[in-house]
Protein backbone atom coordinates (compact mmCIF):
# COMPACT_ATOMS: atom_id res chain seq x y z
CA UNK A 1 0.00 0.00 0.00
CA UNK A 2 1.19 3.28 -0.55
CA UNK A 3 1.89 5.60 2.31
CA UNK A 4 -0.94 7.94 3.74
CA UNK A 5 1.56 10.97 3.42
CA UNK A 6 2.40 10.51 -0.03
CA UNK A 7 -1.10 10.03 -1.13
CA UNK A 8 -2.02 13.32 0.86
CA UNK A 9 0.31 15.21 -0.64
CA UNK A 10 -0.75 14.26 -3.88
CA UNK A 11 -4.23 14.75 -3.30
CA UNK A 12 -3.42 18.25 -2.41
CA UNK A 13 -1.86 19.01 -5.32
CA UNK A 14 -4.93 17.48 -7.02
CA UNK A 15 -7.81 19.37 -5.24
CA UNK A 16 -5.45 22.73 -5.12
CA UNK A 17 -5.33 22.31 -9.18
CA UNK A 18 -9.41 21.83 -9.37
CA UNK A 19 -9.89 24.72 -6.99
CA UNK A 20 -7.64 27.24 -6.82
CA UNK A 21 -9.11 30.03 -4.78
CA UNK A 22 -12.85 29.00 -4.65
CA UNK A 23 -15.68 26.77 -5.97
CA UNK A 24 -18.21 29.33 -7.50
CA UNK A 25 -20.58 26.92 -8.33
CA UNK A 26 -21.10 24.91 -5.11
CA UNK A 27 -20.53 28.10 -3.31
CA UNK A 28 -24.66 29.22 -4.26
CA UNK A 29 -25.88 25.96 -2.23
CA UNK A 30 -26.63 26.58 1.22
CA UNK A 31 -25.33 24.14 3.83
CA UNK A 32 -26.80 20.93 4.68
CA UNK A 33 -26.01 16.88 4.83
CA UNK A 34 -26.19 14.80 1.92
CA UNK A 35 -25.61 11.22 1.08
CA UNK A 36 -24.31 9.07 -2.57
CA UNK A 37 -23.10 6.57 -3.95
CA UNK A 38 -20.57 5.52 -6.59
CA UNK A 39 -21.66 3.08 -9.31
CA UNK A 40 -19.78 1.73 -12.12
CA UNK A 41 -20.97 2.05 -15.46
CA UNK A 42 -19.23 -0.64 -17.06
CA UNK A 43 -18.03 -4.31 -16.38
CA UNK A 44 -14.26 -4.48 -15.18
CA UNK A 45 -12.08 -4.06 -12.44
CA UNK A 46 -11.87 -1.59 -9.48
CA UNK A 47 -8.55 -0.10 -8.50
CA UNK A 48 -7.74 2.84 -6.23
CA UNK A 49 -10.65 2.84 -3.57
CA UNK A 50 -7.85 3.88 -0.92
CA UNK A 51 -7.08 6.88 -2.92
CA UNK A 52 -10.48 7.93 -3.25
CA UNK A 53 -11.55 7.64 0.17
CA UNK A 54 -8.60 10.07 1.29
CA UNK A 55 -9.65 12.50 -1.42
CA UNK A 56 -13.12 12.42 0.15
CA UNK A 57 -11.68 12.40 3.84
CA UNK A 58 -9.81 15.50 3.27
CA UNK A 59 -12.32 17.86 1.80
CA UNK A 60 -14.39 16.79 5.28
CA UNK A 61 -16.68 13.75 3.65
CA UNK A 62 -16.98 10.45 5.12
CA UNK A 63 -16.51 7.09 2.77
CA UNK A 64 -17.42 3.63 2.53
CA UNK A 65 -15.70 1.10 0.51
CA UNK A 66 -18.95 -1.29 -0.98
CA UNK A 67 -16.07 -3.45 -2.74
CA UNK A 68 -12.67 -4.61 -2.30
CA UNK A 69 -9.57 -3.68 -3.92
CA UNK A 70 -8.88 -5.72 -7.58
CA UNK A 71 -12.74 -6.69 -7.24
CA UNK A 72 -14.13 -7.49 -10.72
CA UNK A 73 -17.93 -5.87 -11.15
CA UNK A 74 -20.71 -5.42 -13.18
CA UNK A 75 -22.34 -2.52 -14.56
CA UNK A 76 -24.39 -0.68 -12.17
CA UNK A 77 -22.76 -1.95 -9.15
CA UNK A 78 -22.81 0.70 -6.07
CA UNK A 79 -18.27 0.87 -5.60
CA UNK A 80 -18.42 3.14 -2.30
CA UNK A 81 -21.30 5.39 0.04
CA UNK A 82 -20.28 8.87 0.68
CA UNK A 83 -21.50 11.05 3.34
CA UNK A 84 -20.82 14.33 4.20
CA UNK A 85 -21.86 18.18 3.37
CA UNK A 86 -23.45 18.66 0.08
CA UNK A 87 -20.07 21.29 -1.06
CA UNK A 88 -17.66 18.61 0.75
CA UNK A 89 -19.23 15.44 -1.57
CA UNK A 90 -19.22 18.27 -4.51
CA UNK A 91 -15.94 19.36 -4.35
CA UNK A 92 -14.13 15.46 -3.88
CA UNK A 93 -16.35 14.27 -7.07
CA UNK A 94 -14.81 15.15 -9.90
CA UNK A 95 -11.30 14.46 -8.78
CA UNK A 96 -12.34 11.27 -7.49
CA UNK A 97 -13.76 9.72 -9.92
CA UNK A 98 -11.03 10.86 -12.35
CA UNK A 99 -8.21 9.15 -10.37
CA UNK A 100 -10.68 6.17 -10.34
CA UNK A 101 -11.49 5.77 -13.68
CA UNK A 102 -7.75 5.74 -14.36
CA UNK A 103 -6.68 3.38 -11.99
CA UNK A 104 -9.59 1.25 -12.51
CA UNK A 105 -9.06 1.42 -16.40
CA UNK A 106 -5.16 0.32 -15.85
CA UNK A 107 -6.76 -2.62 -14.05
CA UNK A 108 -9.08 -3.72 -15.60
CA UNK A 109 -6.95 -3.68 -19.27
CA UNK A 110 -4.73 -5.35 -17.30
CA UNK A 111 -6.61 -8.42 -16.28
CA UNK A 112 -8.20 -9.09 -19.18
CA UNK A 113 -4.25 -9.38 -20.78
CA UNK A 114 -3.40 -11.55 -17.95
CA UNK A 115 -6.63 -13.88 -18.86
CA UNK A 116 -6.11 -14.44 -22.38
CA UNK A 117 -1.91 -14.86 -21.32
CA UNK A 118 -2.73 -17.48 -18.88
CA UNK A 119 -4.66 -19.27 -21.45
CA UNK A 120 -1.87 -19.95 -23.50
CA UNK A 121 0.95 -20.28 -20.71
CA UNK A 122 -0.19 -20.38 -17.29
CA UNK A 123 3.19 -18.97 -15.90
CA UNK A 124 3.28 -15.93 -18.06
CA UNK A 125 3.33 -12.74 -16.15
CA UNK A 126 1.81 -9.60 -17.98
CA UNK A 127 3.76 -6.71 -17.08
CA UNK A 128 3.94 -2.59 -17.41
CA UNK A 129 6.54 -0.23 -18.06
CA UNK A 130 7.81 3.57 -17.21
CA UNK A 131 5.44 4.40 -19.66
CA UNK A 132 3.36 6.64 -17.44
CA UNK A 133 1.79 9.69 -16.40
CA UNK A 134 4.95 12.18 -14.30
CA UNK A 135 3.39 12.15 -11.06
CA UNK A 136 0.88 9.31 -10.93
CA UNK A 137 3.43 6.54 -11.50
CA UNK A 138 2.97 5.10 -8.14
CA UNK A 139 -0.76 5.05 -8.98
CA UNK A 140 -0.40 3.28 -12.24
CA UNK A 141 1.64 0.69 -11.03
CA UNK A 142 -0.35 -0.25 -8.09
CA UNK A 143 -3.64 -0.30 -10.20
CA UNK A 144 -1.59 -3.08 -12.55
CA UNK A 145 -0.75 -4.85 -9.58
CA UNK A 146 -4.98 -4.93 -8.87
CA UNK A 147 -5.24 -6.16 -12.09
CA UNK A 148 -2.98 -9.07 -11.28
CA UNK A 149 0.01 -7.70 -13.53
CA UNK A 150 3.37 -7.19 -12.77
CA UNK A 151 4.82 -3.43 -12.41
CA UNK A 152 8.13 -4.28 -14.43
CA UNK A 153 10.58 -1.35 -13.14
CA UNK A 154 9.47 1.40 -10.94
CA UNK A 155 12.16 3.59 -12.12
CA UNK A 156 15.84 3.30 -12.84
CA UNK A 157 16.96 3.01 -9.81
CA UNK A 158 15.58 -0.36 -9.45
CA UNK A 159 17.29 -2.79 -12.23
CA UNK A 160 20.39 -2.54 -14.64
CA UNK A 161 17.95 -2.15 -18.39
CA UNK A 162 20.40 -1.91 -21.51
CA UNK A 163 18.71 -0.88 -24.65
CA UNK A 164 19.45 0.43 -27.74
CA UNK A 165 20.38 3.76 -26.70
CA UNK A 166 22.56 2.53 -24.03
CA UNK A 167 24.40 -0.11 -25.47
CA UNK A 168 25.26 2.23 -28.83
CA UNK A 169 28.39 3.33 -25.80
CA UNK A 170 29.86 -0.09 -25.67
CA UNK A 171 31.46 -1.69 -28.18
CA UNK A 172 29.79 -4.85 -27.51
CA UNK A 173 26.84 -5.85 -25.56
CA UNK A 174 29.46 -8.14 -24.05
CA UNK A 175 31.17 -5.31 -22.65
CA UNK A 176 28.07 -3.92 -21.42
CA UNK A 177 27.28 -6.28 -19.45
CA UNK A 178 30.56 -7.04 -18.32
CA UNK A 179 31.25 -3.68 -16.83
CA UNK A 180 27.36 -3.76 -15.29
CA UNK A 181 28.31 -6.80 -13.43
CA UNK A 182 31.85 -4.78 -12.12
CA UNK A 183 30.22 -1.77 -11.70
CA UNK A 184 26.62 -2.07 -9.92
CA UNK A 185 25.60 -4.05 -6.67
CA UNK A 186 24.76 -7.59 -6.48
CA UNK A 187 21.51 -6.50 -5.80
CA UNK A 188 20.52 -5.94 -9.53
CA UNK A 189 19.39 -7.94 -11.82
CA UNK A 190 20.69 -7.20 -15.67
CA UNK A 191 18.23 -7.38 -18.45
CA UNK A 192 19.49 -6.67 -21.60
CA UNK A 193 17.27 -5.53 -24.56
CA UNK A 194 18.01 -7.39 -28.07
CA UNK A 195 16.87 -6.62 -31.56
CA UNK A 196 17.80 -9.86 -33.29
CA UNK A 197 18.66 -13.94 -32.46
CA UNK A 198 22.65 -13.55 -32.95
CA UNK A 199 22.10 -10.03 -29.79
CA UNK A 200 20.14 -12.56 -27.79
CA UNK A 201 22.77 -14.96 -27.85
CA UNK A 202 25.46 -12.66 -27.22
CA UNK A 203 23.68 -11.50 -24.16
CA UNK A 204 23.07 -15.18 -22.76
CA UNK A 205 26.61 -15.88 -23.19
CA UNK A 206 27.37 -12.71 -21.07
CA UNK A 207 25.33 -13.03 -18.70
CA UNK A 208 22.43 -11.84 -18.58
CA UNK A 209 19.56 -12.60 -16.26
CA UNK A 210 16.74 -11.44 -18.30
CA UNK A 211 16.33 -10.89 -22.35
CA UNK A 212 13.89 -8.43 -23.70
CA UNK A 213 13.56 -9.50 -27.48
CA UNK A 214 12.21 -6.32 -28.80
CA UNK A 215 9.69 -6.14 -31.55
CA UNK A 216 10.38 -10.14 -32.61
CA UNK A 217 7.71 -11.79 -34.39
CA UNK A 218 6.05 -14.66 -32.02
CA UNK A 219 8.11 -16.96 -34.56
CA UNK A 220 11.46 -15.77 -33.90
CA UNK A 221 10.73 -15.26 -30.41
CA UNK A 222 9.74 -19.14 -30.22
CA UNK A 223 13.25 -20.18 -32.51
CA UNK A 224 15.32 -17.62 -30.69
CA UNK A 225 14.14 -18.87 -26.90
CA UNK A 226 14.62 -22.89 -28.29
CA UNK A 227 18.41 -21.88 -29.08
CA UNK A 228 19.31 -20.04 -25.71
CA UNK A 229 17.66 -22.52 -23.39
CA UNK A 230 20.59 -24.60 -24.22
CA UNK A 231 22.95 -21.90 -23.14
CA UNK A 232 21.30 -21.05 -20.00
CA UNK A 233 17.90 -22.36 -18.68
CA UNK A 234 17.65 -19.83 -16.13
CA UNK A 235 17.44 -16.91 -18.20
CA UNK A 236 14.57 -14.84 -18.45
CA UNK A 237 12.62 -13.91 -21.37
CA UNK A 238 10.65 -10.73 -22.18
CA UNK A 239 8.68 -10.14 -24.92
CA UNK A 240 7.97 -6.22 -25.74
CA UNK A 241 7.02 -4.13 -28.63
CA UNK A 242 3.58 -3.27 -29.61
CA UNK A 243 1.70 -6.14 -28.15
CA UNK A 244 -1.74 -5.30 -27.55
CA UNK A 245 -4.97 -7.29 -26.33
CA UNK A 246 -5.78 -8.65 -29.71
CA UNK A 247 -2.48 -9.79 -30.78
CA UNK A 248 -1.70 -11.22 -27.49
CA UNK A 249 -2.47 -14.72 -27.69
CA UNK A 250 0.25 -14.84 -30.50
CA UNK A 251 2.66 -13.88 -28.46
CA UNK A 252 1.60 -16.00 -25.26
CA UNK A 253 4.47 -18.92 -26.09
CA UNK A 254 5.91 -21.65 -24.20
CA UNK A 255 9.19 -20.70 -22.13
CA UNK A 256 7.69 -16.66 -22.20
CA UNK A 257 8.18 -15.18 -18.75
CA UNK A 258 7.34 -11.73 -19.31
CA UNK A 259 5.20 -9.67 -21.60
CA UNK A 260 5.42 -5.85 -20.84
CA UNK A 261 3.24 -3.74 -22.91
CA UNK A 262 3.20 0.26 -22.41
CA UNK A 263 -0.64 0.12 -23.73
CA UNK A 264 -2.09 -0.69 -20.38
CA UNK A 265 -0.83 3.25 -19.13
CA UNK A 266 0.00 4.84 -22.04
CA UNK A 267 -3.08 4.36 -23.67
CA UNK A 268 -5.66 4.28 -20.82
CA UNK A 269 -8.84 3.65 -21.34
CA UNK A 270 -11.28 5.31 -18.58
CA UNK A 271 -13.03 2.98 -16.35
CA UNK A 272 -16.87 4.80 -16.64
CA UNK A 273 -17.95 5.84 -13.07
CA UNK A 274 -20.38 7.99 -11.77
CA UNK A 275 -21.54 9.69 -8.11
CA UNK A 276 -25.41 9.59 -7.47
CA UNK A 277 -26.01 11.93 -4.46
CA UNK A 278 -29.32 10.41 -3.46
Not at 53 to 76: H, N, P, T, Y
Not at 219 to 228: D, G, L, R, W, Y
Not at 229 to 252: H, V
Request: proline share 3%; with cysteine.
Amino acid sequence: MIPVILIDEDIKKWIEEDIPYWDVTTSLLPEGKAEGKIYSKQEGTVAGLFVVKRIFELLGAEFVSLVDEGKEVEKKTPIAAVKGDIHSLLQAERVALNILGRMSGIATQTSKMLKIAKEGNPNLRICGTRKVVPGLSKYDKYAIIMGGGDTHRFNLSDMILLKENHLIAFQSITEAITTAKQKTSFSKKIEVEVQNEGQAIEAAKAGADIIMLDNFSPEQANQTISKIADINSRILFELSGNITLENLSKYALKGVDLISSGSLTHSVKNFDVTMLIE
